[in-house]
């Protein structure tokens, strides 16, 4: 089955430093790579919609200067969370869409635990 | 705008017994897929059935299956002889083919040995 990756699974980093996250498909092609925010006990919340070899659409509220979302290839996103804040602590999840599915179908990372102290 | 509502946010079901998620769309579009997704403990996403609108025939996958009311908006999920795996969030999903899923608040569902 499709399989998606994101490294790291966890990190801890002090206030005011950047973090990145990357998100890759291990076994098929996505030109399309979705990125969420998961608060606890909470929904997933779209973040942005990233298109590989082009400029990443951002949902209303979220700041496209501090999460900077790079898809630079059919297999790999990345997330960039800069001058991180203690607000920004949250679970980022991020979903792939295969290029050629039929289907609308999203498969997901298994999530990244963001804490920033 | 389309909207997706899970109106329990908790449900319990005793261990082999079945228990029904609710969940309501609303939408203006005539194609469109609807999911259901689980999110157990670990946190990973995983797809537990999908439909598409344009077909009248529920979805079913083993133990799960829907009742998909396009009229009424309404997608409800079957859990049938639960077992205790099942215990996780379920959320219910809606996109249409190249647009963004917009998931529901959830159901954080309880299997009771």
């Known amino acids: 089955g499709a399989v998606v990756s994101q490294h790291p699974s966890w990190v801890i980093c002090k206030s005011g430093t950047s973090v990145k996250i990357e998100c890759r498909s291990l076994d098929f092609q996505a030109t399309t790579m979705f990125w969420y925010r998961q608060f606890p006990k909470q929904s997933l919340m779209l973040m942005a919609t990233?298109?590989?070899?082009?400029?990443?659409?951002?949902e209303q509220g979220v700041e496209k200067d501090k999460f900077l979302i790079n898809h630079a290839s059919l297999t790999l996103s990345t997330l960039t969370v800069t001058s991180a804040h203690p607000e920004d602590s949250s679970f980022y999840i991020c979903s792939a869409r295969e290029t050629s599915g039929i289907y609308n179908e999203q498969f997901f990372g298994p999530g990244t635990r963001l804490t920033v102290l | 705008a389309q909207t997706v509502t899970q109106s329990q946010p908790e449900m319990s079901v005793q261990e082999a017994e079945t228990v029904t998620l609710s969940c309501t769309y609303d939408t203006s579009e005539s194609d469109y897929y609807l999911f259901w997704y689980k999110q157990p403990p670990s946190r990973q996403m995983i797809l537990v059935i999908r439909?598409?609108?344009?077909?009248?025939q529920n979805a079913t996958e083993n133990r799960f299956s829907v009742n998909f009311q396009k009229a009424a908006k309404s997608f409800s999920l079957k859990i049938s002889d639960s077992q205790l795996g099942d215990a996780a969030m379920y959320f219910c999903a809606y996109s249409t083919r190249d647009d963004k899923i917009i998931f529901g608040k959830g159901t954080r569902l309880h299997i009771l040995p």
């Open positions: 439909q598409e609108a344009y077909k009248q």
């Open positions: 990233s298109n590989e070899g082009s400029k990443a659409t951002y």
